[in-house]
């Protein structure tokens, strides 16, 4: 069967996720990942590979993951391609009527969603063009536009003087707050909760009515219209609407010079404009006019469905914090990503934290500890008991607290990073967590750093002080051993996208912006 998905679906289905994001019931998080990604691919930081979509590669992301950031309510937004205005641009305008076999004008565009007839202007304000001079004599491309738009009338008019020809309606103006989050190289925020936003009441309440018109457009000036230099008003435009009149004027050839929509009505889905019982000759070739219908609710009532938000974008900060410092230093990471509903650690609840870290963790102490090294992504082992091992893979050490993050993976049990087996396993195939109370056979010490240091088993809390300081750890301590603060493997892995490798620092922070295109 011949069917189609239509635009306005993939508009709601950008519309619900966001409100699922912003449900209290809810809980969505940026992720940060994959610090030892020249593992998997010698070549990794110069190409990247496209991730792949399977459960097994799931468990894999999983098991690399360093920290969460949270996506709160203000995270994220609805957005549209970016369009900034510039002098000398012919852009497209608003047409209720494009199609494959009737593209937009000039740029050809099948569907109205990718024309070109909105702008972002130098104040960051949004405007729809409702009109680009699009005439017979310029074969209906309309002309470039001269005029930048800055005006915040809600009724639509030229920007300027130049006689461009070009009407503009005023939208929304973006916010500084939503432009350091949502403002991209590619797309621009619409403003969240458009139906009840206060900030944009007065653009909702001038769409007035569904169907009011704003504009009609020459198709044809016609030929001998009576009486030259003559205007003619109230004449009516018929459709299945009512209360839409015109104003026509004839030039000194007897031919339309202008038609402007003097009333806009109500209710039109369609409309063409009555010469007869507006009084104008028909002359001996009738002028033709197009009537430009607008969205439905009118300009500014829908502004999702009016620019095409069919674009979420989210945004999260990983920034070093010294009181929650969940974001690992000292280390890479080569993967981003969205979860949601991941659990909180050994529980069925939503995790909740604004921040979480991801990984083990450990407080060693012993001589030396101050000034021990750990190579990150090398392996650190404990023996826990007779014949049984512990393996991880370091992430990050601080010499301060002597606090060690560290993973644990298939590579620890006898599988590559690919999950092809190894026959013969240095420790085994079962993957032994690191441990304060080691049964016979097994100790308390850590090997793998450029010294040997064992586990302070008495160590318990989220900080330490040391030389008067508390120094807060990001996660809470039991005899010395850490749990990640997320249950790995709980909720979905719902976005992931492989990037060249970032190293951290402490001094540095990442914004990372995630497009979802529905």
Known sequence: MAAIITDQLRILNAKNFVAGVQSSSNSYYAFIGLPNPED??????????????????????????????????????QVVRKTTWASGITYDMWRNDITRTNPSQPSGSFDIYSANYYVMNSDFR????????????????????????????IEPRAAGNSGDGYI???????????????????????????ETNTDVEAVRQNAASSGQLKICT????????????????????????????????????????????????????????????????????????????PPPGGHGADIYRELGAFNVLTYARFENDTENPDFITGNQFARVGLIENPKAYDSTSNLTLDKASALYAMRLTG??????????????????????????????YDQVTGVLKYWQDRTNSGFS???????????????????????????????????????????QGVSTVLNSRTYYLGQNFVNGLADPESQKFSGDIIYVDNRPSV???SSQKEDVKIILQF
């Open 40 to 77: 998997y691919q010698s070549d990794w930081d110069t190409s990247p590979p496209a991730p792949k979509d399977s459960l097994d590669q799931t468990n894999d992301y999983w098991d690399t993951m360093l920290a969460m950031k949270k996506i709160n309510s203000s995270d994220i937004s």
């Open 126 to 153: 949004v405007y729809i063009c409702l009109y680009n001079n699009a005439t017979p004599e310029n074969n209906f491309q309309g002309g470039p536009s001269l005029d930048e738009p800055t005006f915040t009338d």
């Open 168 to 194: 503009w309606k005023y939208l929304y103006t973006i916010k500084p707050s939503q432009a350091i989050k949502f403002d991209s190289t590619s797309y621009i925020p619409t403003p969240n909760n458009w």
């Open 218 to 293: 020459i198709r044809n000036r016609g030929v001998g219209l009576g009486t030259a230099n003559s205007t003619y008003t109230g004449v009516p435009i018929l459709g299945d609407g009512f209360g839409a009149e015109a104003t026509i004027v004839i030039n000194n050839d007897s031919k339309v010079e202008t038609i402007t929509v003097s009333k806009g009505g109500e209710g039109y889905s369609y409309g063409t404009v009555d010469l007869v019982a507006g009084g104008v000759p028909t002359g001996t070739t009738a002028p033709v006019f197009n009537v430009i219908i």
């Open 367 to 396: 001589i030396g500890y101050s000034s021990a090294t750990f190579t990150p992504d090398t392996e650190i082992t404990q023996t826990v008991g007779l014949g049984s091992t512990a393996v991880g893979r370091v992430v990050s």
């Open 417 to 459: 990073s690919d999950g092809n087996l190894d026959a013969t396993p240095t420790y085994g195939f079962r993957s032994n967590k690191f441990t304060s109370n080691p049964s016979g056979g097994g100790n308390l010490t850590i090997n793998g750093g450029s010294v040997v240091l064992g586990i302070q088993t008495a160590f």
């Open 503 to 505: 190293t951290r620092s």
